[in-house]
């Protein structure tokens, strides 16, 4: 089954600056990579996705890069805010048949430094 | 707000025992999801329903088992339970039966085994 790898499990970075987490997978079937916010005690939510036939998503502050050869894809931030401190998830899934569903990464806690 | 809501918002119960999670997709969705996410494991895929079919079974132990109604809610149901089942359960809800389709979390079950 698919495998999905995060790094960095925590990530501090000065408000203002970017923050870059990246993932890669193992699957080469998979061609969705959706990425997930969780503040704690609450329910994942969704920030962005991206499919395998684009490189590249952006949606104002947020962006995700995926380099299918190499099987990785990175959430990049931009400006980060206070309300940016959370844990983000990635995941993958493959289409068609199969068990895993979304497969995902063990989650990055990113605290963003007043 | 997702759309998707859960019931009940936390559990407290013994070993041994059985208990019974529900889950109401948002309006017009026909997938279902179940996920369990623990300190240890992370988010883990447990199980899929679309339509009121099995889809697709992820790490879903055999002492759990899951439906899904005609009116589209879905429970799952815990039973013979162990202190390492104690974690937040949550479903998620898409349009499709596709496991690349946008999956929308639900607010989570989170389940104590004393």
């Known amino acids: 089954g698919e495998n999905v790898e995060q790094h960095p499990s925590t990530l501090s970075v000065q408000e203002g600056d970017s923050a870059v987490i990246k993932c890669t997978y193992s699957d080469s079937a998979s061609n969705y990579f959706p990425w997930y916010k969780q503040e704690l005690g609450k329910r994942p939510q969704l920030i962005i996705d991206?499919?395998?036939?684009?490189g590249e998503k952006k949606d104002q502050r947020i962006a995700v890069t995926l380099n299918k050869t190499a099987k990785h894809f990175s959430l990049h931030i931009t400006e980060t805010q206070p309300e940016d401190s959370a844990v983000y998830f990635c995941a993958a899934s493959a289409s068609g048949g199969g068990a895993d569903g979304l497969t995902f990464g063990k989650g990055t806690h990113l605290i963003i430094q007043p | 707000d997702s759309g998707v809501t859960q019931t009940p918002k936390h559990l407290i119960t013994a070993t041994g025992q059985r208990v019974t999670l529900r889950c109401s997709p948002r309006s017009g969705d026909l997938s279902v999801y179940w996920y369990q996410q623990s300190l240890d494991q992370g988010l883990q895929f447990l199980i899929q329903?679309?339509?009121?079919?099995?889809?697709a079974k992820g790490n879903i132990l055999e002492r759990f088992s899951a439906q899904q109604f005609p009116d589209l809610h879905s429970e799952l149901n815990l039973s013979s339970l162990e202190l390492g089942d104690s974690a937040l359960y949550f479903c998620a809800s898409s349009v499709g039966g596709l496991r690349t389709d946008t999956q929308y979390f639900g607010p989570g079950t989170r389940l104590t085994v004393l």
């Open positions: 329903y679309y339509n009121g079919e099995e889809r």
């Open positions: 991206i499919r395998s036939n684009v």
